[in-house]
């Protein structure tokens, strides 16, 4: 990483009782270690209930989590609760360890601090250019050019960063470009033959794998699976053609790959909250050409 700011930390005191209750920001920095004395022990500090994630820029630091050693080279963060049985330090073998830190607390940060640990563990790893890591840099920049001077906008950066990281974690990882080639083709089937009554079998079979190891597959990078990916396909077609109301309800269902326009409508309803002729037909809906599920 090119260096752009100097090496500094910065904590946040502010008053605001909502900052227990949501997510509050306790300190930030960008530091520099040479000294093999710099070592914390997470069971003897002040600090009380913070949480903290710390992410290597370079050189290497190590942290032992209960009786587990763990050496961090660059790219490589934790993320850690005070208080709790763990010691970071910089090691003999190291000469420096440069890295950024992100400290927050919380009840809404304890809560989604440990279902994040559930998920990803203690010990992770993010390149430079990820969202997390570019967010503590911003925040770090805007520190130092305007600051941050209230709570409000201390934990709205807390809050983001947690975001951020749970997107990174749960969604970055999987971006297309990253899909492996059966699950790409299987996508690209879904959208090309969605029209057609295709089933799990039809799609299994373009890619090449067994169907229980292309399921978990599917699951794992498109976040959903293929009978309910290729629901949302046609539902997404037929959105237009609602919103443009010149054509029936029977004809749309047959149209995007339904064979009853009773079941299209069950269907529709339970994802988009309201039925097709509600849609098209109620004024106070916004109409969209795509819509989104988790």
């Known amino acids: 990483m090119e260096k752009i700011f100097s090496h500094n930390a910065y904590g946040f005191m502010f008053k605001g009782e909502h900052q227990n209750k949501v997510i509050g920001l306790n300190s930030i920095g960008y530091e520099l ?14 600090e009380k209930d913070i949480f903290i994630f710390q992410y290597t820029l370079k050189g290497q630091g190590a942290i032992k989590i209960k009786n587990n050693k763990t050496t961090l080279e660059a790219g490589d963060a934790f993320f850690v609760h005070v208080p709790s049985e763990h010691i970071y330090y910089l090691p003999q073998r190291s000469n420096e360890w440069e890295f950024l830190y992100f400290t927050v607390y919380g009840e809404e940060a304890s809560r989604l601090f440990y279902k994040f640990i559930e998920n990803h563990g203690h010990i992770l790893k993010l390149p430079i250019y990820s969202e997390p890591i570019k967010h503590i840099l911003e925040t770090i920049e805007r520190i130092e050019t305007t600051g941050i001077n209230n709570s409000y906008i201390a934990s ?36 090309t033959h969605y029209k057609e009554d295709i089933t799990l079998d039809d799609i299994v079979e373009v890619s090449n794998l067994s169907k229980y190891h292309f399921t ?79």
């Open 156 to 191: 709205a950066s807390a809050y983001t960063f947690f975001m951020k990281c749970l997107e990174h974690f749960e969604y970055g990882l999987q971006e297309p470009n990253n899909y492996p080639f059966s699950i790409i083709k299987a996508i690209q089937f879904i959208e």
């Open 216 to 294: 978990r597959q599917f699951k794992k990078y498109a976040q959903d699976t293929p009978i309910s990916y290729l629901t949302n396909v046609r539902i997404n077609n037929a959105l237009p053609y609602l919103s443009a109301n010149v054509k029936s309800v029977d004809w749309i269902a047959q149209e995007v790959g339904f064979r009853s326009s009773n079941y299209f409508s069950k269907v529709f309803k339970k994802i988009v909250g309201v039925s097709p002729n509600i849609y098209r037909k109620d004024t106070t809906i916004m109409a969209v050409n795509k819509i989104f599920t988790d």
């Open 33 to 46: 270690r040479q000294n093999h004395n710099y070592q914390w022990n997470g069971l003897n500090r002040r």
